[in-house]
């Protein structure tokens, strides 16, 4: 285990990797990492739809790996706008980025969260034209990218708002 998988033996660490294996030994965790998989894929092939280009041509797992070299973006610039969004992603290098790390050309987003939640694949796809929306109006000036930034982010409150995460709390 040491040092390979465990840097230490920090008790909330082994417990955090026993309740995950444990979590993974259930049936029905195969049926929701299809569904993690299946997601991604519906996300990674809207992306490419709407002119964007995924790192590694698509996906196999639960990460879209996007480039943004085709659309002249940035992932900096990108990440702090879909943020604003209400969309979470986080900027990522390419393979032979032309940035620098703190910039970037490319975005990494996931599918588990948003699946855990009850995301399905019409939801992907919905989110999937949000980003690329978002991402498109990096190309447009501040007036129109803000009414569009402030579209996208009323329509991910009314998308989270059917899948809430405390159903007790509503």
């Not at 033996?9 to 995950?20: E, N, S």
């Not at 694949?121 to 190309?139: K, R, T, W």
Request: charged share 25%; glycine share 8%; proline share 6%.
């Amino acid at each position: 285990v040491f040092p390979g998988y465990q840097g230490g033996p920090l008790m909330h660490i082994i417990a955090a990797k026993a309740a995950g294996f444990q979590e993974a030994l259930k049936p029905e965790f195969k049926e929701y990492i299809k569904e993690v998989i299946t997601n991604a894929k519906k996300l990674a092939e809207v992306l490419v739809q709407r002119g964007f280009r995924v790192v590694t041509g698509g996906t196999d797992s639960h990460i879209i790996w996007l480039d943004l070299t085709p659309k002249n973006l940035t992932g900096d610039k990108a990440e702090k706008l879909l943020e604003e969004a209400g969309i979470a992603c986080n900027k990522n290098a390419i393979p032979y980025d032309p940035h620098p790390p703190k910039i970037t050309s490319g975005l990494r987003f996931g599918s588990p969260a948003a699946t855990s939640r009850g995301f399905n694949v019409q939801d992907f796809d919905e989110v999937g034209n949000m980003i690329a929306d978002v991402l498109d109006s990096l190309l447009l000036d501040e007036e129109k990218r803000s009414v569009i930034i402030k579209d996208i982010r009323n329509q991910v409150i009314e998308l989270c708002s059917k899948y809430p995460i405390y159903k007790e709390a509503y």
